[in-house]
């Protein structure tokens, strides 16, 4: 394993465990050069699918893409990333489930928005208003005005078909 800090090609490793009910290890790395110390996480790669992206192109499942999107959204919320990579778990594990070789990132996008919206408004609306590409502000408005006190949307399914 290469360091990251000086590009030495040899390191240590100083701890192993198994993380997520024993699906990913965690290993924490030492330079013998520099003697930095860093993470690294190790999953078995599975057949996950491809994803049909809205312009028709198709490219591997990429769980970074997903994490990336859902930190964005939770920024400046008292979320912690850990429970923003259970979620990406989550996803990863139904879509193996699934067992399609394809799924349209609509479909991602769909599951992603489902888990904000249990998780927390405020990240739930920064969200969708990417992901639905919302063009002014009536579109706010309505996503907020369907909020209840649970969390909860009145008007469940609606607007699906524009991501």
Same mark, same amino acid.
Request: contains cysteine; neutral net charge.
């Given at each position: 394993?290469?360091?990251?800090? %000086?590009?030495?090609?040899? /390191?240590?490793?100083?701890?192993?465990?198994? =993380?997520?009910?024993?699906?990913?290890?965690? $290993?924490?790395?030492e330079?013998?050069? %520099?003697?930095?110390?860093?993470?690294?996480?190790?999953?078995?790669?599975? +057949?996950?699918?491809?994803?049909?992206?809205?312009?028709?192109?198709?490219?591997?499942f990429?769980?970074?893409?997903?994490? /990336?999107?859902?930190?964005?959204? %939770?920024?400046?919320?008292?979320?912690?990333?850990?429970?923003l990579?259970a979620?990406?778990?989550?996803?990863?594990r139904e879509?193996?489930?699934?067992?399609? $070789?394809?799924?349209?990132?609509?479909? =991602?996008?769909?599951?992603v928005?489902?888990?904000?919206?249990?998780?927390?408004?405020v990240?739930?609306? $920064?969200?969708?208003?990417?992901?639905?590409?919302?063009?002014?502000?009536?579109e706010? /408005?309505?996503? =907020?005005?369907?909020?209840d006190?649970?969390?909860?949307?009145?008007?469940? +399914?609606?607007?699906?078909d524009?991501?």
């Amino acid at each position: 394993m290469r360091c990251p800090f %000086c590009g030495y090609p040899e /390191t240590v490793v100083k701890d192993s465990r198994a =993380i997520m009910g024993g699906s990913v290890i965690r $290993r924490r790395r030492e330079c013998v050069r %520099c003697g930095k110390r860093f993470t690294t996480y190790e999953r078995v790669e599975e +057949g996950l699918p491809y994803v049909i992206k809205k312009d028709g192109r198709r490219e591997p499942f990429n769980r970074d893409k997903i994490l /990336t999107g859902l930190k964005k959204a %939770c920024e400046k919320r008292p979320i912690s990333v850990e429970r923003l990579e259970a979620i990406v778990d989550e996803i990863e594990r139904e879509l193996l489930n699934n067992s399609a $070789r394809e799924i349209e990132s609509k479909v =991602i996008g769909e599951m992603v928005m489902k888990a904000l919206k249990k998780l927390d408004k405020v990240a739930y609306v $920064r969200f969708a208003s990417v992901y639905r590409e919302f063009k002014d502000v009536g579109e706010f /408005t309505e996503v =907020i005005s369907s909020l209840d006190d649970t969390g909860e949307f009145e008007n469940e +399914g609606e607007g699906e078909d524009q991501g």
